[in-house]
């Protein structure tokens, strides 16, 4: 994200693809050692239907996106128990990528 934002403006693009391509190289390999099609366009298809974004969007707010925090779920949880929120689900992705899912509710 440093880098990000430390380039021109004029080569943040090619930033984001650099990295991006990286990252589904990698992604390709493993659907291909698992039997699957390597090929991005089905997963980019789901993510834009999940998520409400692009592929590319995405890989451009997940490398040069601010603001970016980092919490654990005990942190989360522990924060909002005590402003008076009860837990109700709690999706997670253990050491992996992506982002935690919560629902809470307000007690009356």
């Not at 190289?25 to 039997?35: N, Q, V």
């Not at 089905?42 to 834009?48: C, I, S, V």
């Amino acid at each position: 994200k440093q880098t990000y934002h430390r380039l021109p403006v004029s080569l943040r693009f090619f930033w984001v693809l650099l990295v991006s391509s990286v990252y589904e190289i990698k992604f390709a390999c493993s659907r291909l050692m698992r039997g699957k099609n390597p090929l991005p366009f089905g997963d980019w298809k789901a993510k834009a239907q999940d998520r409400g974004m692009t592929a590319w969007y995405d890989w451009v707010d997940w490398v040069g996106g601010w603001p970016f925090e980092v919490s654990t779920p005990e942190k989360i949880v522990h924060s909002l128990t005590t402003k008076g929120f009860q837990l109700v689900r709690l999706k997670t992705v253990g050491k992996g990528w992506g982002c935690n899912e919560y629902v809470f509710r307000r007690h009356p």
